[in-house]
């Protein structure tokens, strides 16, 4: 428990929540070197970084876009009567600098502040940023241990090998290179919500030969999604899991600031519902990332993203904490 106010939001009865500089969810904003960081146990951080995307950028400005936003979230979530902020001490960090025309040298330097945060004992939840963003975090907390469940709402899988005719490092393959390097536990991975057109198979065949568990939104949505999140807590079971949202998982007439929008995917009902029926899973760590400010003109998709990662938090505070 944390009834230090110090860790606490600002709360809307002192400040309005439209005042005031947005940190994510109103929270102190503690950079590396900052008074009482070694107190925090969860930190929300930013990724502002979209150099891998294959299509529409514009993911780098998400961080921002998602601490505004986030400012409209208060202390206590509605449905489940969980106030997270006093369950765990919780901060935002600030972003970790990208290099905006390099990729390699970005996750050099992403890998190596998530390595910190892990010696550092810090939970992170992370706004993105495209999703390679995940690989230096999964890198950072996971290698040399134990490798992780993974808990992924999508409409892509992120399992593609080839890009341009060549083995390159892009948002469609984070995941699969996660697996290679031994960062993650195919056995305890399950994707949902994939859909769209696509090249060809190279995505499920990995996933079938690896044992990954993927559920397309055609079934999520003829089986129901009380089901289907029930086959998810029996495949995660109760290992240590990182959960990774793509707010493309939602469809694209909620959600449109994204880059690679797909047809077909959950209303926001359905988005939020999701991770309310993960609660029981380890969630040790986790992201939402794609939001696209560029495309979001009315600025609902930030909101959404924002929206989830408060469930994503709510996950992570009543989450047994050990890494494995
Ligand atoms: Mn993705
Ligand atoms: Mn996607």
Redesign the pocket.
């Known amino acids: 428990m944390t009834t230090d106010p110090f860790f606490h939001p600002v709360s809307g009865m002192e400040m309005p929540r439209f005042a005031g500089l947005p940190t994510f969810m109103r929270l102190p904003y503690l950079p590396v070197g900052a008074p009482r960081r070694d107190e925090v146990a969860i930190g929300l951080l930013g990724l502002p970084f979209d150099g891998a995307v294959s299509n529409r950028p514009g993911a780098r400005h998400g961080p921002r876009a998602l601490r505004d936003a986030s400012t409209m979230i208060r202390a206590q979530n509605g449905a489940t009567r969980l106030r997270p902020f006093e369950i765990a001490a919780c901060a935002d960090l600030g972003d970790i600098g990208p290099n905006p025309v390099d990729v390699m040298d970005t996750l050099a330097r992403f890998e190596a502040a998530y390595a910190g945060l892990a010696a550092e004992g810090i939970r992170p939840l992370t706004g993105g940023g495209?999703?390679l963003c995940?690989l230096p975090v999964l890198r950072g907390l996971a290698k040399g241990r134990a490798p992780l469940g993974l808990l992924?709402f999508?409409?892509?899988?992120?399992l593609y090998p080839v890009y341009f005719g060549g083995k390159v490092l892009t948002?469609?393959n984070?995941f699969r290179v996660a697996v290679e390097e031994g960062l993650l536990d195919p056995a305890r991975m399950i994707q949902i919500g994939i859909r769209g057109t696509t090249y060809d198979d190279a995505d499920v065949d990995f996933a079938r030969a690896h044992g990954i568990r993927i559920v397309r939104a055609e079934e999520l949505f003829a089986r129901g999604l009380a089901d289907v999140m029930a086959e998810a807590r029996e495949i995660l079971g109760q290992g240590a899991t990182y959960l990774?949202y793509?707010i493309?998982?939602v469809d694209p007439s909620v959600a449109p600031g994204t880059g690679?929008p797909e047809w077909g995917g959950p209303i926001a009902r359905e988005a939020i519902e999701v991770l309310r029926l993960a609660r029981g899973v380890n969630v040790v760590a986790g992201d939402l990332?794609?939001v696209s400010p560029p495309f979001d003109a009315s600025g609902n998709t930030a909101w959404l993203g924002a929206s989830l990662m408060f469930e994503i938090l709510c996950l992570m505070v009543e989450a047994r904490r050990d890494f494995g």
């Open positions: 495209d999703h995940t992924h999508d409409s892509h899988t992120d948002h469609g984070p990774s793509d493309d998982f690679t990332v794609e």
